[in-house]
């Protein structure tokens, strides 16, 4: 049994993490890490009865990895909480799963410095879902086939979404980019500003969208729009399980979901 600690364990996506490893016969939880619920079951926490897993305190997370000595931590929290606990895992030796979004590039950098100084295994994505990763691939294929083309990404996500724009819309535009030879990238528009050569990204908030993204590359007398929507956030919490038992038997090193899907050759 593959024994796994989720941090961020009582929020949207910790739950759901930790009812896709409860159905799993390969892995076991062991610690369930937040800043709220402290000392509570986590299963009564979840509204899914009792399950002998107390929530322990993110602020005291090594003392949480040396009781629970998890094989690998799952972490879907806020970009400050999620380099302060990949560093504390990866110094224990803890492989990891981050699914956190909103990292600035010296954060970013903060956290795949622990990983590789510790020589831990980590998979690290903006999103887990099959369908996005196929559709970053699309996207790909699709700039560079139309490299004059105006591109602009619109991503939607729900009124409690912390960070703008969504890890997947950055790394769409980190794709086309780099599909195009390097292009610059604007957050939205405003007063006069005439187009340039550069990627578009609007972030629309509101409601209880999952997570909407449509790519469009628009030229003259034509346009294609590719989609991408979340109907739930299963997708999501089943790619980062099938990810923690993958990144187990992983050699040490920083991947993507790409590697998990054997998607890489696309990407
Ligand atoms: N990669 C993906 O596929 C994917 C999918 C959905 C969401 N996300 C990202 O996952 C993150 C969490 O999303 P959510 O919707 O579950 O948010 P949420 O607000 O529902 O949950 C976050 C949880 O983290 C906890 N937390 C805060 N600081 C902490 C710390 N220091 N240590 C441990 N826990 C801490 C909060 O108390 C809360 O319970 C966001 O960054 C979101 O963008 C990624």
């Not at 831990?120 to 559709?135: C, D, E, K, R």
């Not at 005439?194 to 629309?204: C, F, M, N, Y």
């Amino acid at each position: 049994m593959i024994k796994i600690a989720v941090t961020g364990a009582c929020g949207r996506m910790g739950g759901l993490i930790i009812e896709n490893v409860l159905k799993s016969k390969d892995l076991k939880l062991v610690s369930a890490i937040d800043v709220t619920n402290i000392g509570k079951d986590i299963g009564e926490v979840m509204r899914a009865g009792k399950l002998n897993v107390l929530v322990e305190d993110a602020n005291n997370i090594d003392a949480a990895l040396d009781r629970s000595k998890p094989d690998v931590l799952i972490d879907f929290t806020i970009a400050p909480a999620a380099v302060k606990n990949v560093t504390a895992s990866a110094r224990k030796k803890v492989a990891l799963v981050v699914g956190t979004t909103g990292f600035t590039p010296e954060q970013r950098t903060l956290m795949e410095k622990a990983i590789k100084e510790n020589n831990v295994s980590a998979v690290i994505t903006p999103n887990f879902s099959i369908g996005v990763n196929v559709f970053w691939g699309l996207l790909a294929e699709a700039a560079k086939r139309l490299g004059d083309y105006d591109v602009e990404i619109i991503e939607a996500h729900h009124n409690q979404k912390k960070d703008a724009p969504s890890g997947t819309a950055v790394k769409a535009a980190e794709v086309i980019s780099k599909a195009q030879g390097g292009k610059e990238l604007i957050y939205g528009r405003h007063g006069i500003s005439p187009r340039q050569k550069e990627i578009g990204i609007h972030a629309v908030r509101g409601g209880d969208i999952v997570g909407d993204h449509t790519v469009l590359f628009a030229g003259d007398g034509e346009r294609i729009e590719i989609k991408h929507q979340a109907h739930n956030r299963q997708a999501f919490a089943k790619g980062a399980v099938k990810a923690a038992a993958w990144v187990f038997t992983a050699k040490p090193g920083v991947y993507e979901m790409a590697d998990v899907l054997e998607l890489r050759t696309r990407i």
